[in-house]
Structure formats: C-alpha cells, structure tokens
C-alpha cells in the first residue's frame, strides 16, 4: 500500500462514508469527486479480497454514475417589491446588496447549457425587479434551457405578460387563497385582486402554464385541496400546488406554523373519499427518492454567483464556490460541500429507517431539518413528518386507484 493509498485507508476510518473521503481527496488532487469515488471503491475491493477489510468495516458507497442537477435556482436579485410574512430569505438581503449582472448571467447560463443542466428557474426576491431579466430569459430560452419563472405576480401587467409568454415554458404565480382577505393578510393589501388579474392577463397572452402556487399556514390550512385546485382553474390557472410552510427558526413560527393534527386529519378524511369515490383520480408522481434534492437534483446560484446546494441552503456554510472564480461543472464536481450534502441519504436518518414511505419522501427537507437542529441528517418535526407520510400515502392510493379504474 503506497502512501496514497495508506492515507485514504486512514481516512475511511475517520470519515463517515466514502463520499467524504472522496470529496477530500477530489479538491487536494484537483480531480472529480465521482472519479476518485470510484477509485476508492476498486480500492476496497482489493482490500476486502485480500481480508484485510471485513463487512462490517466496509462505508457506505456514494452513487457513483455520471448525474448533474435537473434544474438550476437563479437567484437574480434580493430585491422584492413585498414583505411576506413566510418569506425565507429576509436575511439574505442584507447581504445580496445587487442583482445579478447581465454578464456574469450569460457565463452562468452557458455552462448551465454545457453541464446537461434541462431547466432553469428564475427567483429572487422577485425575479422581474432585475433590469435585465428579460435579456437574461431570452438567453435562457435560445440556448434552449426549459424555463421557469417564479414570480409574486404583482409587477405583472398586460404589456409584460406578453414579453413573458414566449419566453417562459412555466410561470408560478404565488396565490395563497381563494380569499383576498387571507391571501393579502399574508402577502400584502390589495395583492390578491393584482395576482388575478396577472393570471388572467399572461393566459390570454399565451402561456403555455400557468401553476399557482400557495404556502400552506395556521391561516389557511383548512381551506380544501381540491376547492383550491377548483378556484385555480376557475381563473385561469392551469393547474395548482400548494407547499407547507417551512420553519423559520424565529418568532414567525408560533403563529404560522399550521395545526398538524387538524391538517393531517383533514388529509385523512380527503384520502378516505378518494378511495371510496367512484371518480377516477389523477395519478400522482409517486417516484422513488432516497433523498432530498439539495445538491443532487437542484442547486442554486445567488445574486453574487455563490453555489449552494438548494435554495433552502442559502447560508454562508453552504456557499460551496463563486462562478466568478471557478466553472459551475467545476464546482459540482469537486466541493466538498455539495458532496458531503449529496451523499445523506433516508437511511442516514435515525427515525426514518423503520418507516414505510421513507423511499417516497426521501426523508424530506434538509434544510427544514437544518433549521431545526442544526444537522443535516436530523428527523423533520413530528408534525411535518406526519404530513409526508399522509402525502406519501395519498400518492400511492392516486396511483394505484386510477390504473384500477376502467
């Protein structure tokens, strides 16, 4: 065993996994992280051939296949035009001080195109506040990226929605309730009737989908699903979705977090008469995930050309690179960071090993977990574990009852 390799045996004995270990030895000898993982496990192999590895001592591998992020968070500004009360990146605006150039978008943008990267999503702050963003859309679009605008829908006029409708393939609006009065206690007076009538104006214009998207809170958690989805198509939307609301570590959480157990029992009751209903349900994209996507499916560029793994993870401990100073491939590649978040896996959490769904949710949210207990491979809080196995559930029933139905 030379020295190298002496080291690298030593470091296994330290390092939880392989992907560590690679990670390490990836950024010293300047290589890719996926093909010093590789060499590592030929290396076990000839130890365990050897007996000098036993089974139990062998870590964990890191999926070693060549893979890139299925889309790319853009931040292009920390600018925002309002003050939600859920909104998770207040902080960072204190230090995002400009948006993001026109130049330093194009570099991004061409090696998004270069890595395999399909989609890219535009977010901010409010995305339409940058000067350049439709130079920098435009971009996006004829280097053929997929393209996705996640925008409050108040800057949205007629004139702008005509500019937008060629240019994005998808436009989530941010809708939280069919009421005004609920919707605009949370994001703001009068944005309700704004954002009904950008949805109206970019379907006219021809957007090929239009998604409203909803924070489920304690203030809205009892309005239905499905009367949801209903209000969404009765003004245009092509379709709906509504996410939870995510822990913000701050005295925001005592009164926005929802009230789980009336939440999930609603979810419950609503499962109980899909399954009973002769109505024949929408499948659902019940996928098999051992992960949550930070740094795996996703990643995620700040105004400033910082990397980090999701937008969940836009810390100063997560930064993982500058597009300034290195290639995004590069970075992907080779920082220890987005290795070390990408290797955690459903089986590294304790309370998800034994659970049935845990191949369905992934284990769910790292940085909601992050927020929480200032670990990465921490359970979520009850309550929020309890809406995913329910979700879980009701995307397996979806499934199988809509291949029964004739």
Known sequence: MDDLGASIFDDLIHFTDVAEVAAKFAHELDVPVMEIAQEIQRFL???KTKSLLGEEETPRPLVCHDFRPRS?????????NLTCLYCYNC???????????????KVILRQAKEMGIPTV???GGEPLLNPHFFEIAELAANLGLRVVLL???????????????????????????ASPMIHDRLRGTGTHKRVEMAIKQLKEAGAREVVISGVITRYNQFELAKDFERYANEIGADRAVRQIYMLQGDQRDHFLTPDF????SQMEKDLENM?????????????????????????????????????????PEFAAGNIIANDLAEIWKKSIILARVRAITVDDIPKCRDCSFRYLC??????????????LTMPLPEGYCAFNRILAEQKLWATALHSLAP
């Open 45 to 47: 192999g000839v130890l």
């Open 72 to 80: 790319l968070y853009l931040h292009l500004t920390a600018r925002c």
């Open 261 to 264: 157990q009336a939440l999930v």
């Open 121 to 123: 999503v535009f977010t």
């Open 91 to 105: 902080k960072e605006r204190e230090s995002w001080r400009n948006d993001l150039p026109y130049s330093l978008a």
């Open 151 to 177: 925008t409050n829908g108040v800057l949205i006029d007629g004139t702008k929605a005509k500019e937008l409708a060629p240019l994005c393939d998808q436009i989530v609006v941010s809708l939280d309730s």
């Open 275 to 315: 399954i009973v209903s002769e109505v024949k349900p929408t499948p659902a994209n019940s996928i098999w995930r051992d992960r949550c996507g930070a740094a795996f499916g996703e990643i995620a560029v700040a105004p400033d050309g910082s990397v980090y793994p999701c937008q969940g993870l836009v810390k």
């Open 362 to 375: 992934g284990g769910g949210c790292r940085a909601l977990a992050y927020t929480v207990h200032h670990s």
